[in-house]
């Protein structure tokens, strides 16, 4: 059975701790006093029987002292006077049909009288025989359920009032954790490690804000190192790759035999590899708040020309007559980097497709390959930087997902199924918001305002760099 989530929380816990600790402490404590108490009500009605027994038997003792038969008897005790035959020669009311009878209660130290239980004493007489005393234990019994009612209720109750008490003391005592913990939650790394404020009183919540403040300035230095380190690495990456695309396009251009080597082709394919790693790279280090788009609105054939060229043998399906607004460096970008998943996923002769459908609401884009299909247990994690599901570097769904979010709308990922019900590999579908848009000049200005409103919201330093067409 699964415990509500309250039951987990730290506050209900110590509340349980002191609970259960009140009541060891209340069970013990009341339990050794209950002892006792009983112990010396005992001592106490074993001492008034034998103070009563005493001075009866005085008074027979002593005829002279006044005392003896004609003393009265307190409520609730019996007595008689015993010869030496054991014949009964007196007895108090309540007790005459035993007078010169035989004794009842020979050796006995308890007996009941009208369902009622007795504590008996006897002191021998001078005369001969002795006088038997019994003293009811009503009042004792009663006392003893006393005790064992108030141990009880002390067992009983305690531990709930310490249980509520412990509760609200523990949610003022907790605020100030409860208010660390929100904080700190609210912390993300990847856009601010901003310090969180301290409370003035330096007690536990005290420290344990300034460990996480000391642990978010040494996050903020190892992502500023991580930072520099990639820009260095695109930076040395940046020139030599320029070098090579220039010397290739030059080479391509000069020699019709180089245009057609396919050595010459595979290695501007390799260039132009290394040049989205590295501009993924760049993202990465910079992030993503840091690129601004530039909108253009184009025919979507032109999308599926660059495409073509970048990641050959896709096939494109769907309207590839439409118009987009969009930035096509940035939109080429994810897209190119679903293909070329879906290419390693899916091999030399293996399918990869991108449709594209329009509507006035939105503009999507599924590409879809025959390959393995994602890990079911990498789930939404596929589009974590350096988390790859391909072999790849991981960076290019990271890097996808951002630009579609920036354009107003969203990747999303998984496996795709046939017709018959089998798996037909990984699917991925980005979203961009549409456009109704007539012919005129109001349409044509409406084109231009929405492209400023959507680069207005992710206004930043431009990111260096765009994808050659």
């Given at each position: 059975?699964?415990?509500?989530?309250?039951?987990?929380?730290?506050?209900?816990?110590?509340?349980?701790?002191?609970?259960l600790l009140a009541l060891?402490?209340?069970?013990?404590?009341?339990?050794?006093?209950?002892?006792?108490?009983?112990?010396?009500?005992?001592?106490?009605?074993?001492?008034?029987?034998?103070?009563?027994?005493?001075?009866?038997?005085?008074?027979?003792?002593?005829?002279?002292?006044?005392?003896?038969?004609?003393?009265?008897?307190?409520?609730?005790?019996?007595?008689?006077?015993?010869?030496?035959?054991?014949?009964?020669?007196?007895?108090?009311?309540?007790?005459?049909?035993?007078?010169?009878?035989?004794?009842?209660?020979?050796?006995?130290?308890?007996?009941?009288?009208?369902?009622?239980?007795?504590?008996?004493?006897?002191?021998?007489?001078?005369?001969?025989?002795?006088?038997?005393?019994?003293?009811?234990?009503?009042?004792?019994?009663?006392?003893?359920?006393?005790?064992?009612?108030?141990?009880?209720?002390?067992?009983?109750?305690?531990?709930?009032?310490?249980?509520?008490?412990?509760?609200?003391?523990?949610?003022?005592?907790?605020?100030?954790?409860?208010?660390?913990?929100?904080?700190?939650?609210?912390?993300?790394?990847?856009?601010?490690?901003?310090?969180?404020?301290?409370?003035?009183?330096?007690?536990?919540?005290?420290?344990?804000?300034?460990?996480?403040?000391?642990?978010?300035?040494?996050?903020?230095?190892?992502?500023?190192?991580?930072?520099?380190?990639?820009?260095?690495?695109?930076?040395?990456?940046?020139?030599?790759?320029?070098?090579?695309?220039?010397?290739?396009?030059?080479?391509?251009?000069?020699?019709?035999?180089?245009?057609?080597?396919?050595?010459?082709?595979?290695?501007?394919?390799?260039?132009?590899?290394?040049?989205?790693?590295?501009?993924?790279?760049?993202?990465?280090?910079?992030?993503?708040?840091?690129?601004?788009?530039?909108?253009?609105?184009?025919?979507?054939?032109?999308?599926?020309?660059?495409?073509?060229?970048?990641?050959?043998?896709?096939?494109?399906?769907?309207?590839?007559?439409?118009?987009?607004?969009?930035?096509?460096?940035?939109?080429?970008q994810a897209l190119r980097?679903?293909?070329?998943?879906?290419?390693?996923?899916?091999?030399?002769?293996?399918?990869?497709?991108?449709?594209?459908?329009?509507?006035?609401?939105?503009?999507?884009?599924?590409?879809?390959?025959?390959?393995?299909?994602?890990?079911?247990?990498?789930?939404?994690?596929?589009?974590?930087?350096?988390?790859?599901?391909?072999?790849?570097?991981?960076?290019?769904?990271?890097?996808?997902?951002?630009?579609?979010?920036?354009?107003?709308?969203?990747?999303?990922?998984g496996n795709w199924r046939?017709?018959?019900?089998?798996?037909?590999?990984?699917?991925?579908?980005?979203?961009?918001?549409?456009?109704?848009?007539?012919?005129?000049?109001?349409?044509?200005?409406?084109?231009?305002?929405?492209?400023?409103?959507?680069?207005?919201?992710?206004?930043?330093?431009?990111?260096?760099?765009?994808?050659?067409?």
């Amino acid at each position: 059975m699964k415990l509500p989530a309250w039951m987990h929380s730290l506050r209900f816990r110590l509340a349980a701790m002191y609970t259960l600790l009140a009541l060891a402490l209340v069970t013990l404590v009341g339990a050794v006093m209950t002892v006792q108490l009983l112990r010396d009500l005992d001592g106490q009605f074993q001492a008034r029987l034998d103070e009563r027994a005493d001075r009866l038997a005085e008074g027979f003792n002593s005829p002279a002292s006044g005392l003896g038969q004609t003393q009265p008897a307190p409520a609730g005790s019996y007595s008689m006077v015993v010869d030496e035959k054991g014949r009964v020669l007196a007895a108090t009311p309540g007790l005459r049909d035993y007078e010169k009878a035989p004794f009842p209660f020979p050796g006995l130290l308890e007996v009941r009288l009208d369902d009622v239980p007795f504590k008996v004493a006897t002191r021998p007489l001078r005369a001969g025989g002795f006088i038997w005393v019994a003293l009811s234990e009503d009042v004792l019994i009663e006392a003893r359920r006393s005790a064992m009612r108030v141990l009880t209720l002390a067992v009983v109750g305690t531990p709930l009032l310490t249980l509520l008490l412990a509760w609200l003391a523990g949610q003022r005592a907790l605020r100030g954790l409860g208010q660390a913990a929100r904080l700190a939650g609210r912390i993300n790394p990847s856009s601010s490690v901003a310090a969180l404020p301290l409370p003035r009183r330096q007690d536990e919540v005290y420290e344990l804000l300034s460990a996480i403040n000391l642990l978010l300035a040494r996050i903020e230095a190892q992502q500023a190192r991580e930072k520099q380190l990639l820009g260095q690495i695109v930076h040395e990456l940046g020139a030599p790759l320029t070098v090579l695309r220039a010397s290739l396009a030059q080479a391509t251009a000069h020699s019709a035999a180089a245009a057609t080597n396919p050595d010459v082709r595979r290695a501007a394919l390799v260039a132009d590899e290394l040049t989205f790693t590295t501009q993924d790279l760049m993202q990465l280090a910079r992030g993503q708040l840091e690129m601004r788009l530039a909108y253009h609105y184009i025919p979507a054939r032109q999308l599926r020309e660059r495409l073509d060229r970048l990641v050959p043998g896709t096939e494109f399906t769907g309207d590839w007559a439409a118009f987009i607004l969009c930035d096509p460096d940035r939109l080429t970008q994810a897209l190119r980097n679903l293909l070329a998943n879906g290419r390693r996923a899916a091999g030399r002769e293996g399918q990869v497709e991108l449709r594209l459908s329009e509507t006035p609401e939105a503009v999507r884009f599924i590409a879809r390959d025959s390959g393995a299909g994602l890990p079911p247990e990498l789930g939404e994690r596929i589009f974590d930087p350096f988390v790859s599901g391909s072999g790849s570097s991981g960076l290019g769904l990271s890097v996808s997902r951002q630009i579609a979010r920036l354009h107003g709308g969203d990747l999303t990922g998984g496996n795709w199924r046939t017709e018959n019900g089998e798996l037909g590999g990984a699917e991925f579908i980005l979203n961009l918001p549409g456009l109704e848009i007539g012919d005129d000049a109001e349409g044509e200005e409406a084109v231009l305002e929405e492209a400023e409103q959507r680069s207005a919201v992710h206004r930043t330093a431009a990111l260096p760099g765009r994808i050659p067409t």
